[in-house]
C-alpha cells in the first residue's frame, strides 16, 4: 500500500511540472527539438500512453515524430506505408460488416434505433487492430450494435410491460414464445436469437464447447439491469450509490461483450473458465466500473436534463451530500483505482485462469471507453465530440506519403 500511495504521489507531482513545463514552453519559440519534446508532453497530460487506443496513437505519433531532431525518413515512411496498408484491410472489413448491417432491414424496420455500425467496429479496432483477429472485430461489431439496439429499446421505446414480458422471453430463449411480444421485439429478439446461436455454433465446431447457455445468461442478466433502471425511471426511484454500482457493472455491458470476446479469441475456453469470466472476475469487473464511470461523467448532465434516472454522479451526491465537483472527482478516482487493478491482473497475468491475451484485450476495451467518453458521450452524439475525427484519421484518412 505504501508503494502504491507512493506512486500515487509521483504522478501527482509529475503532473504538476510538466503542466507548468506547457505552460512556460507556450511563451516562447521552440527550437525544434523542444516542438516534438511539448506535443509529447501534452498528449501524455490529456491522455496516458497506457489509457490511449494502440492504432490511434500510431497515427498520431507518425504525425509528430516528423517533428524530432534527427529523425529517420526511411523509418517515417515504412510506418506511413504500414499504417495505410492495414487501413485498407480495415476499410474492406467494414465494407462487409455494413452489407451484413443494411441486409438485416433492421434500420427500415426500427426507425428509432441508432445507427452506429462505424462506431461500433471503431471500438472493435481499438480492442484488436491487428490483420489476424478478423473474425473477432466482425463478432464483437456485431456484439456492439446488438448491445446499441437493446440499449434504445429499454431506454425509449419499450413500455414497461413490454420491456418486462421481452426480459422473460430472452430468459426462456425459446422462438415458441415469441408470439407474446409486439412486432418489433419479436423482430430484435428473433434477430438476438439468430446471431448469439450462430456464435455459440462457430465455437462449437471450432473449440467443441457449448457455449450458448453461458451467452444467453450474460444478456439475460444484462436485460434484467436494463429493466431495473427503467423500472428506477418509471417509480422515482433514487438508488443509493451501492445499490446503483452493483446494478451499473452489468448494464455497462462489458460482461456481455468480454464473455462473447473470450469465447471467440480463447483457445482454452472450459465451463471454469466461462465461469470466471461471467461471474465477474476482477478485471471483468475493474472494466465495468471504468465503463459505467466514464459514462456518467460524460452523459448525466445530459440525460438527467431530458428525465432520466440518477446515476452515479447523482447518486453520489444525494448519498454523502457532496457537489457536483466533489463527486465528479471522486467517480475519476474510481476509474484511476480500477485501472490499478488491471494493471496488476496484467503484471499477474501467469497466475490467472484466464488467458494474458484476454486481459490484455480487456484492458484495450477501457482505452476505447477512455477514448470515446473523455470530451463527452463520442457513442451516443458522436457529431458532438471527436469521435468523428478518430475515426476518419484510423479509417479514412490516409497517413500522407
Not at 460488416?97 to 434505433?113: A, R, Y
Not at 487492430?129 to 472485430?137: I, L, M, Q, S, V
Not at 453461458?214 to 445499490?243: A, M, N, R
Not at 472450459?270 to 478485471?283: A, W
Request: aromatic share 12%; charged share 25%.
Amino acid at each position: 500500500m505504501d508503494s502504491e500511495f507512493k506512486l500515487k504521489e509521483t504522478r501527482i507531482y509529475a503532473n504538476k511540472r510538466l503542466s507548468e513545463f506547457v505552460a512556460e514552453s507556450s511563451k516562447t519559440i521552440c527550437r525544434e527539438d523542444e516542438t516534438y519534446i511539448l506535443e509529447m508532453v501534452k498528449r501524455a497530460l490529456e491522455t496516458p500512453y497506457h489509457w490511449s487506443i494502440r492504432r490511434l496513437e500510431a497515427r498520431w505519433y507518425i504525425n509528430v515524430y516528423e517533428k524530432k531532431h534527427e529523425m529517420n525518413p526511411l523509418l517515417l515512411e515504412f510506418a506511413a506505408i504500414d499504417f495505410n496498408m492495414l487501413q485498407a484491410n480495415h476499410q474492406e472489413e467494414l465494407k462487409l460488416i455494413s452489407s451484413w448491417w443494411n441486409s438485416t432491414g433492421l434500420m427500415k424496420q426500427l426507425d428509432f434505433v441508432r445507427d452506429r455500425i462505424t462506431e461500433s467496429y471503431f471500438w472493435s479496432i481499438g480492442i484488436f487492430y491487428e490483420p489476424e483477429f478478423k473474425y473477432c472485430r466482425k463478432i464483437l461489431t456485431k456484439i456492439f450494435m446488438l448491445i446499441v439496439i437493446m440499449d434504445d429499446i429499454y431506454d425509449i421505446y419499450g413500455t414497461l410491460e413490454e420491456l418486462e414480458l421481452f426480459t422473460n422471453v430472452v430468459e426462456k430463449w425459446d422462438v415458441n414464445h415469441v408470439e407474446r411480444l409486439p412486432n418489433y421485439m419479436r423482430m430484435c429478439f428473433l434477430f438476438l436469437y439468430n446471431e448469439i446461436n450462430q456464435i455459440g455454433y462457430d465455437v462449437l465446431r471450432d473449440k467443441g464447447l457449448n457455449v450458448i447457455p453461458y451467452l444467453k445468461q450474460v444478456w439475460t442478466d444484462l436485460f434484467k439491469t436494463f429493466l431495473t433502471e427503467s423500472k428506477w425511471y418509471k417509480t422515482g426511484h433514487k438508488p443509493s450509490f451501492e445499490e446503483y454500482m452493483q446494478n451499473g457493472v452489468i448494464s455497462s455491458s462489458v460482461p456481455t461483450i468480454l464473455l462473447h470476446l473470450f469465447s471467440v479469441l480463447s483457445d482454452h475456453i472450459s465451463d471454469q473458465t466461462l465461469t470466471d469470466v461471467s461471474k465477474n472476475h476482477s478485471v471483468v469487473r475493474s472494466c465495468a466500473t471504468i465503463l459505467r464511470l466514464a459514462n456518467d461523467l460524460a452523459t448525466s448532465t445530459e440525460e438527467m436534463a431530458r428525465g432520466d434516472s440518477p446515476k452515479s454522479v447523482q447518486c453520489y451526491m444525494y448519498e454523502t451530500r457532496a457537489s457536483e465537483e466533489e463527486a465528479r472527482r471522486h467517480m475519476k478516482s474510481m476509474i484511476s483505482d480500477s485501472w490499478d487493478i488491471i494493471n496488476s491482473d496484467l503484471k499477474t497475468a501467469h497466475t490467472s485462469s484466464l488467458p494474458r491475451g484476454f486481459l490484455a484485450a480487456a484492458a484495450n476495451l477501457n482505452r476505447v471507453v477512455q477514448c470515446i467518453y473523455r470530451h463527452g458521450d463520442g457513442h451516443g452524439s458522436p457529431e458532438k465530440t471527436k469521435t468523428v475525427d478518430y475515426i476518419r484519421s484510423v479509417l479514412f484518412n490516409p497517413v500522407p506519403l
